[in-house]
T-cell receptor, first 116, second 114 residues
Framework: DAGVIQSPRHEVTEMGQEVTLRCKPI?????LFWYRQTMMRGLELLIY????????DSGMPEDRFSAKMPNASFSTLKIQPSEPRDSAVYFC??????????????FGSGTRLTVV | GEDVEQSLFLSVREGDSSVINCTYT??????LYWYKQEPGAGLQLLTY?????DMKQDQRLTVLLNKKDKHLSLRIADTQTGDSAIYFC??????????????FGKGTSLLVTP
C-alpha cells in the first residue's frame, strides 16, 4: 500500500490566493482527518470525515477554510482567500474505523504551505 | 478541548535510556498513543496502551500509564542517534459524546548525542 498520499508537498502562494490541498487515504479506510501543525499551536484537528460525511468541523478556523470528501478515495482542503497566518504544515490522516482504537491513524507526509 | 501536556525538549547520550513524560486531563481517555515524527515527515505510530493497562513493552519501548495521576511515559532503552525526533503523546476518549479524534500534545524534541 502506498500509504496516505498528499499533494502538493510544498506550496508557496501570495496572500489572497486560493489554495487547494489534496489527500488520498489508504484504500478501505473509512475515516479521514485533516490536521494543521504550527510551532505555536502544535497539531490541531481541523475536520474529520467518516464514510465521506463530515463529522466534526469545529476546528476549522473560519469561513475561509472548507473541506470536501466527494468519494472514499479523495479529499480536499481549500483556503480562500489565503492569509500569511495560514502558513503551516497540513497533514491528512486516515483510519480503518472512526475511532483510532488500537490501530491509530496513518499520516501522510504533509503539505508545507507558505503564504507570503 | 482536553489538554495533553509534554515537556518540549530532552537531550540524552547515545546508549542511555530516554524517558518522555506526558500528562492529560480527560479522565475518559480510552486509548493513549505515542507517535514519532522525523524531520520533514508525517507522524508514525510507535505504540499505544489501552486505559485498563498500566504497562506495555515492545522491544526497546516501555509505556507506563498511571491512570490515577493521568500520567503517561515512554521509555526508550539504549537510545540511538536514529531515535532523535519529535515524540507526540495523544489520547482519545472514543465515545459519541467526546468524539473520536486524537488529541495531541505539542511534542517533545528528543536529541541523542554521540
Amino acid at each position: 500500500d502506498a500509504g496516505v498520499i498528499q499533494s502538493p508537498r510544498h506550496e508557496v502562494t501570495e496572500m489572497g490566493q486560493e489554495v487547494t490541498l489534496r489527500c488520498k487515504p489508504i484504500s478501505g479506510h473509512n475515516s479521514l482527518f485533516w490536521y494543521r501543525q504550527t510551532m505555536m499551536r502544535g497539531l490541531e484537528l481541523l475536520i474529520y470525515f467518516n464514510n465521506n460525511v463530515p463529522i466534526d468541523d469545529s476546528g476549522m478556523p473560519e469561513d475561509r477554510f472548507s473541506a470536501k470528501m466527494p468519494n472514499a478515495s479523495f479529499s480536499t482542503l481549500k483556503i480562500q482567500p489565503s492569509e500569511p497566518r495560514d502558513s503551516a504544515v497540513y497533514f491528512c490522516a486516515s483510519s480503518p474505523r472512526e475511532g483510532a482504537g488500537g490501530y491509530g491513524y496513518t499520516f501522510g507526509s504533509g503539505t508545507r504551505l507558505t503564504v507570503v | 478541548g482536553e489538554d495533553v501536556e509534554q515537556s518540549l525538549f530532552l537531550s540524552v547520550r547515545e546508549g542511555d535510556s530516554s524517558v518522555i513524560n506526558c500528562t492529560y486531563t480527560d479522565s475518559s481517555s480510552t486509548y493513549l498513543y505515542w507517535y514519532k515524527q522525523e524531520p520533514g515527515a508525517g507522524l508514525q505510530l510507535l505504540t499505544y496502551i489501552f486505559s485498563n493497562m498500566d504497562m506495555k513493552q515492545d522491544q526497546r519501548l516501555t509505556v507506563l500509564l498511571n491512570k490515577k495521576d493521568k500520567h503517561l511515559s515512554l521509555r526508550i532503552a539504549d537510545t540511538q542517534t536514529g531515535d532523535s525526533a519529535i515524540y507526540f503523546c495523544a489520547e482519545t476518549p472514543e465515545n459519541s459524546n467526546s468524539g473520536y479524534a486524537l488529541n495531541f500534545g505539542k511534542g517533545t524534541s528528543l536529541l541523542v548525542t554521540p
